[in-house]
């Protein structure tokens, strides 16, 4: 194996590793927590890291790391809930659009530049604001255009793979446009949707996190690290734990999907070595 293969693969294995092990924290987060991130302990409100509070405690007296553990899962399900959404819209329609061509491809791809004029967060907080914080309205807002990355994709993929000396062979032995696209077309989409999906992770915690931290994301009582970072910021100075530690949490994450995203994309791609 080729030292630059090598090196593409410790990236998929590094930040493989990572993801893997906060959604471990993330669905055994009852059993990992050291506490409910609700009980509150006024008294020792503010406490800084000890051993028995790795992370410390908050304005209420709440254990952080208990806060962290379970605001991975509310990452991790907006996350998967934006990017699964967004990926079977945008493959559904970037399909149509690229097999089809024609007036469906134009009316598609202006459909998408007309969602692009509107940036993505901006319009999210809009929705949000509107339609009120919950989790199922921060999925629904970031999804509204969080597609069309996904379909853009597809449509350049299928422009050039229904040209393809298979697709055009299935075609002539009377396969229909549907099998040619199952059977033929999309297995050649796994890589580059997997490599997409990755980074569309990476992007879909940010914003959460910047939504929660605005204060819509999800309920107050849910914890999030963006929420975590707001509250941390009345007392930076005072108790900055409280805003270091799901910062890290929200760096390790992002940086473990994007460095995914990236051996893979390199390990793909046989133009490269």
């Given at each position: 194996?080729?030292?630059?293969?090598?090196?593409?693969?410790?990236?998929?294995?590094?930040?493989?590793?990572?993801?893997?092990?906060?959604?471990?924290?993330?669905?055994?987060?009852?059993?990992?927590a050291p506490q409910d991130p609700n009980v509150m302990s006024l008294a020792n409100q503010l406490e800084p890291p000890t051993l028995a509070h790795p992370f410390g405690l908050d304005q209420n007296g709440s254990d952080v790391l208990s806060k962290i553990v379970y605001g991975a899962r509310v990452s991790l399900y907006v996350a998967f809930s934006v990017v699964f959404i967004s990926l079977i819209v945008g493959l559904t329609i970037g399909s149509l659009a690229?097999?089809?061509?024609?007036?469906?491809?134009?009316?598609?791809?202006?459909?998408?530049?007309?969602?692009?004029?509107?940036?993505?967060?901006?319009?999210?907080?809009?929705?949000?604001?509107?339609?009120?914080?919950?989790?199922?309205?921060?999925?629904?807002?970031?999804?509204?255009?969080?597609?069309?990355?996904?379909?853009?994709?597809?449509?350049?993929?299928?422009?050039?793979?229904?040209?393809?000396?298979?697709?055009?062979?299935?075609?002539?032995?009377?396969?229909?446009?549907?099998?040619?696209?199952?059977?033929?077309?999309?297995?050649?989409?796994?890589?580059?949707?997997?490599?997409?999906?990755?980074?569309?992770?990476?992007?879909?915690?940010?914003?959460?996190?910047?939504?929660?931290?605005?204060?819509?994301?999800?309920?107050?009582?849910?914890?999030?690290?963006?929420?975590?970072?707001?509250?941390?910021?009345?007392?930076?100075?005072?108790?900055?734990?409280?805003?270091?530690?799901?910062?890290?949490?929200?760096?390790?994450?992002?940086?473990?999907?994007?460095?995914?995203?990236?051996?893979?994309?390199?390990?793909?791609?046989?133009?490269?070595?």
């Amino acid at each position: 194996m080729s030292r630059g293969r090598h090196s593409k693969l410790i990236l998929i294995y590094v930040g493989g590793t990572v993801i893997l092990l906060m959604a471990f924290f993330a669905i055994f987060a009852p059993w990992v927590a050291p506490q409910d991130p609700n009980v509150m302990s006024l008294a020792n409100q503010l406490e800084p890291p000890t051993l028995a509070h790795p992370f410390g405690l908050d304005q209420n007296g709440s254990d952080v790391l208990s806060k962290i553990v379970y605001g991975a899962r509310v990452s991790l399900y907006v996350a998967f809930s934006v990017v699964f959404i967004s990926l079977i819209v945008g493959l559904t329609i970037g399909s149509l659009a690229g097999f089809i061509g024609g007036w469906v491809d134009q009316i598609v791809m202006r459909l998408i530049d007309m969602l692009y004029a509107f940036p993505g967060f901006l319009l999210a907080i809009a929705l949000v604001a509107v339609m009120g914080p919950s989790i199922s309205n921060l999925i629904f807002a970031m999804s509204i255009t969080g597609w069309t990355g996904y379909a853009r994709l597809i449509r350049g993929e299928f422009l050039h793979l229904k040209e393809r000396d298979y697709v055009v062979a299935a075609e002539a032995l009377g396969a229909t446009p549907l099998r040619q696209i199952v059977f033929h077309i999309w297995p050649n989409l796994v890589g580059p949707l997997v490599v997409q999906a990755s980074f569309g992770m990476a992007g879909t915690i940010i914003g959460e996190s910047a939504l929660s931290f605005l204060g819509l994301g999800a309920p107050p009582t849910t914890p999030t690290w963006g929420a975590l970072l707001n509250s941390g910021r009345k007392v930076l100075t005072e108790a900055p734990h409280i805003s270091i530690f799901p910062g890290l949490a929200i760096v390790a994450l992002v940086l473990a999907f994007n460095l995914f995203g990236d051996g893979l994309r390199d390990y793909l791609d046989p133009k490269k070595d």
